[in-house]
């Protein structure tokens, strides 16, 4: 089974979100494989027996429309895609969530 999840965060400097993710990964078990950084990109991959996460993270500084008075804010894009049985599936999005509760609000 496959799931996807992409959300659009403001505000929350990339440094943060990626500590996030790490600790959404270390709860769940998953052995971090790859880190990579391009820029203002990066793409974290993780897995353990039968289960598999890829997050991507992209951020950029503009102006928001509706937040225009605080000028170019950092605006970024958290992409995950897990692939294994539903049940891990489920306690990845809880966990996913859970760590990131700062950019819910």
Same mark, same amino acid.
């Given at each position: ?13 990339? +440094?943060?979100?990626? @500590? ?7 709860? /769940? ?7 990579? %950084? $391009? ?21 950029? +500084?503009?102006?928001? @429309? ?7 804010? /950092? ?7 897990? %692939? $294994? ?21």
């Amino acid at each position: 089974m496959r799931c996807e999840d992409l959300r659009t965060i403001y505000f929350v400097p990339p +440094k943060h979100l990626l @500590e996030d993710v790490k600790r959404c990964f270390a709860k /769940l078990g998953l052995q971090v494989n790859e880190l990579e %950084e $391009s820029g203002d990109r990066w793409t974290l991959t993780g897995s353990k027996p039968n289960a598999s996460v890829t997050v991507s993270l992209l951020c950029e +500084k503009k102006a928001v @429309e509706p937040l225009n008075v605080f000028g170019e804010i /950092l605006v970024s894009c958290l992409r995950a895609t897990v %692939e $294994s049985g539903e049940d891990f599936i489920s306690a990845f999005k809880t966990c996913y969530e859970t760590c990131l509760l700062r950019c819910l609000g």
